[in-house]
């Protein structure tokens, strides 16, 4: 158990878990629309675009999306479990969800929705967890579990994906 409800990565931590992480998802960090998704997303996986928040002054709609991915990332991850919170090129963290983000606790380390960088949520087994994309301006949510929780509400939010399982969608 985690003695911090935050914990910054060391160094050697750091470089491990950003190493596994560009291996298992094949990550290609790019501004190119052509490097596009800059992950393989994974079998379980559904990603739709941010474009539904761009009319959204009150940001009530991007206030549900986060609420509704950290709920499921929270449920997700149980009670005593800890997610990382990968911001690239950026100082990383690990943290346990269930003592972050209420009244008296620290906030939340990331947000699921990427503010500029690609900000990465994710199980510190890799099995489920979200990846925000900034100049896509899209999520992925992967993991049957979290799908099970959030995909529903977040079709609500942000209207159809845009690929699953890294297929792409048709919009009728």
Known sequence: MMEEAVAELAEA?????????????????????FKWPAIEEPVASVTWSLAALDNDPDDEHLD???????????????AAGTLFALDWQHTSYRF???????????????SPYP??????????????????????????LFGEDLLNIAATEVDTVLGPPIRRSGKAVGIA
């Open 64 to 78: 549900r999306l986060v609420a509704v991915v950290k709920q499921g990332l929270s449920s997700c991850a149980g």
């Open 96 to 110: 346990a969800p269930q003592q972050v983000g209420s009244t008296g606790q620290p906030a939340w380390p990331l």
């Open 13 to 33: 931590e750091y470089r491990r878990v950003w190493d596994r992480f560009y291996e298992d998802f094949s990550f290609q960090p790019s501004m190119s629309p």
């Open 115 to 140: 503010d500029g960088d690609y900000f990465i949520l994710l199980a510190e087994d890799f099995r489920f967890g979200s990846f925000g994309h900034p100049w896509e301006e899209s999520l992925c």
